[in-house]
Protein backbone atom coordinates (compact mmCIF):
# COMPACT_ATOMS: atom_id res chain seq x y z
CA UNK A 1 0.00 0.00 0.00
CA UNK A 2 1.06 3.37 -0.73
CA UNK A 3 1.40 6.75 1.30
CA UNK A 4 -0.28 9.87 -0.34
CA UNK A 5 1.44 13.43 0.20
CA UNK A 6 -1.07 16.34 -0.86
CA UNK A 7 1.18 19.38 -2.08
CA UNK A 8 -0.27 22.56 -2.40
CA UNK A 9 2.01 24.81 -4.36
CA UNK A 10 0.53 28.84 -4.11
CA UNK A 11 2.00 29.38 -7.65
CA UNK A 12 3.49 27.02 -10.40
CA UNK A 13 4.04 30.11 -12.28
CA UNK A 14 6.66 31.14 -10.10
CA UNK A 15 10.56 29.74 -10.83
CA UNK A 16 11.81 28.76 -7.30
CA UNK A 17 8.05 27.07 -6.47
CA UNK A 18 8.88 25.08 -10.00
CA UNK A 19 12.36 24.10 -9.11
CA UNK A 20 10.75 22.99 -5.30
CA UNK A 21 7.79 21.47 -7.24
CA UNK A 22 10.16 19.32 -9.66
CA UNK A 23 11.96 18.11 -6.75
CA UNK A 24 8.83 17.31 -4.88
CA UNK A 25 7.72 15.06 -7.93
CA UNK A 26 11.54 13.59 -8.99
CA UNK A 27 12.03 12.45 -5.17
CA UNK A 28 8.82 10.79 -4.59
CA UNK A 29 9.35 9.09 -8.12
CA UNK A 30 12.29 7.46 -6.80
CA UNK A 31 10.68 6.24 -3.97
CA UNK A 32 8.40 2.85 -3.98
CA UNK A 33 5.01 3.58 -2.00
CA UNK A 34 5.25 6.87 -2.58
CA UNK A 35 2.71 8.95 -4.27
CA UNK A 36 2.28 12.63 -4.57
CA UNK A 37 -0.70 14.81 -5.49
CA UNK A 38 0.15 18.38 -6.29
CA UNK A 39 -2.04 21.37 -6.90
CA UNK A 40 -1.50 24.86 -8.31
CA UNK A 41 -3.61 27.14 -5.53
CA UNK A 42 -2.87 29.89 -8.39
CA UNK A 43 -1.97 32.57 -5.76
CA UNK A 44 -6.04 32.28 -4.45
CA UNK A 45 -6.29 31.43 -0.73
CA UNK A 46 -9.69 30.31 -0.87
CA UNK A 47 -8.40 27.74 -3.52
CA UNK A 48 -5.95 26.79 -1.70
CA UNK A 49 -8.11 26.39 1.43
CA UNK A 50 -10.56 24.26 -0.35
CA UNK A 51 -7.10 21.80 -1.91
CA UNK A 52 -6.29 20.92 1.71
CA UNK A 53 -9.71 20.19 3.11
CA UNK A 54 -10.00 18.00 -0.02
CA UNK A 55 -6.48 16.37 0.44
CA UNK A 56 -7.90 15.67 3.98
CA UNK A 57 -11.13 14.68 2.45
CA UNK A 58 -9.36 11.94 0.37
CA UNK A 59 -7.45 10.48 2.67
CA UNK A 60 -3.52 11.61 1.83
CA UNK A 61 -1.41 10.46 4.53
CA UNK A 62 0.51 14.02 4.81
CA UNK A 63 0.19 17.66 2.92
CA UNK A 64 2.66 20.01 2.35
CA UNK A 65 1.96 23.74 1.79
CA UNK A 66 3.48 26.48 0.29
CA UNK A 67 1.25 29.08 1.27
CA UNK A 68 -0.63 32.01 -0.46
CA UNK A 69 -0.95 34.27 2.19
CA UNK A 70 0.46 33.42 5.59
CA UNK A 71 -2.58 34.76 7.63
CA UNK A 72 -4.60 32.15 6.48
CA UNK A 73 -2.20 29.27 8.17
CA UNK A 74 -4.50 28.75 11.09
CA UNK A 75 -7.63 27.06 9.18
CA UNK A 76 -5.13 24.66 7.15
CA UNK A 77 -3.40 23.54 10.72
CA UNK A 78 -7.02 23.06 12.48
CA UNK A 79 -8.13 21.46 9.19
CA UNK A 80 -5.27 18.74 9.28
CA UNK A 81 -5.31 18.97 12.74
CA UNK A 82 -8.57 17.60 13.18
CA UNK A 83 -8.06 14.87 10.95
CA UNK A 84 -4.55 14.12 12.61
CA UNK A 85 -2.55 14.61 9.10
CA UNK A 86 1.07 15.71 9.11
CA UNK A 87 1.53 18.83 7.87
CA UNK A 88 4.93 20.81 6.62
CA UNK A 89 4.55 24.77 5.43
CA UNK A 90 7.36 25.32 3.34
CA UNK A 91 9.24 28.53 2.27
CA UNK A 92 6.80 30.91 3.66
CA UNK A 93 6.69 31.18 7.75
CA UNK A 94 2.78 30.83 8.81
CA UNK A 95 1.44 32.98 11.12
CA UNK A 96 0.49 29.94 13.86
CA UNK A 97 4.38 29.00 13.81
CA UNK A 98 4.37 29.16 17.94
CA UNK A 99 0.83 27.41 17.96
CA UNK A 100 1.43 24.86 15.52
CA UNK A 101 0.53 20.85 16.68
CA UNK A 102 2.96 18.73 17.17
CA UNK A 103 2.63 16.74 13.74
CA UNK A 104 2.98 20.36 12.09
CA UNK A 105 5.98 22.26 11.05
CA UNK A 106 7.82 24.56 9.46
CA UNK A 107 10.91 24.51 6.83
CA UNK A 108 12.28 27.40 5.45
CA UNK A 109 15.44 29.84 5.23
CA UNK A 110 16.10 32.82 8.04
CA UNK A 111 16.49 35.84 4.96
CA UNK A 112 18.26 38.56 6.92
CA UNK A 113 21.19 35.25 7.80
CA UNK A 114 20.94 34.42 4.20
CA UNK A 115 21.22 38.12 2.64
CA UNK A 116 23.66 39.55 5.62
CA UNK A 117 26.32 36.00 4.51
CA UNK A 118 25.66 36.69 1.07
CA UNK A 119 26.53 40.83 1.74
CA UNK A 120 30.11 39.29 3.56
CA UNK A 121 30.80 37.17 0.75
CA UNK A 122 30.47 39.73 -1.54
CA UNK A 123 32.76 42.20 0.08
CA UNK A 124 35.33 39.17 0.89
CA UNK A 125 35.71 38.77 -2.33
CA UNK A 126 35.82 42.14 -3.67
CA UNK A 127 38.48 42.98 -1.06
CA UNK A 128 40.25 40.14 -2.44
CA UNK A 129 40.69 41.38 -5.97
CA UNK A 130 41.68 44.57 -4.46
CA UNK A 131 38.38 46.91 -4.75
CA UNK A 132 37.48 49.04 -2.34
CA UNK A 133 33.99 50.58 -4.04
CA UNK A 134 31.83 48.77 -6.38
CA UNK A 135 29.20 50.85 -8.53
Same mark, same amino acid.
Given at each position: M $? *?? =? %? +? $??? @?? !? !?? &? @?? +??RNGIQELADGMDGVDVQIEDAQNDVAKQLDQINNFVASGVD??? =?NPVDTSATQAMSDAAAAAGVPLVYVNRQPINLDTL? *???? &? =? %? $?? *? +? !? $? %?TQETIALCDNWAAEGKTEVN
Open positions: $S *ET =V %G +V $SMA @LF !D !DN &F @LT +VLAII =VP *ENQT &F =V %G $SN *E +V !D $S %G
